[in-house]
């Protein structure tokens, strides 16, 4: 018995032409970018902090430069 969580969030159709695949992801494209203007001055205040915290994290970072990287 399926339960609300087994059910995709998303349904995608399967049998899309080429063209209409195409146009989809034109769709989305644009529907992002509308998102990212929309939202642009939260998006860089979250993106500028998080960019701060990982350079402290690395200005905090002890390891000996001759260690690898991996």
């Known amino acids: 018995m399926l339960k609300p969580n087994d059910l995709p969030l998303i349904c995608l159709p399967v049998d899309l032409s080429d063209e209409a ?11 992002t ?6 939202y642009y001055a939260q998006l860089r205040r979250y ?10 994290i690395d200005t905090n970072d002890h390891t000996d430069p001759a260690d690898p990287p991996f």
């Open 21 to 31: 695949a195409a146009q989809l992801i034109e769709f989305l494209r644009e529907f």
């Open 47 to 56: 993106y500028q902090s998080t960019c701060h915290d990982q350079q402290d």
């Open 33 to 38: 970018d509308a998102l990212e203007s929309h």
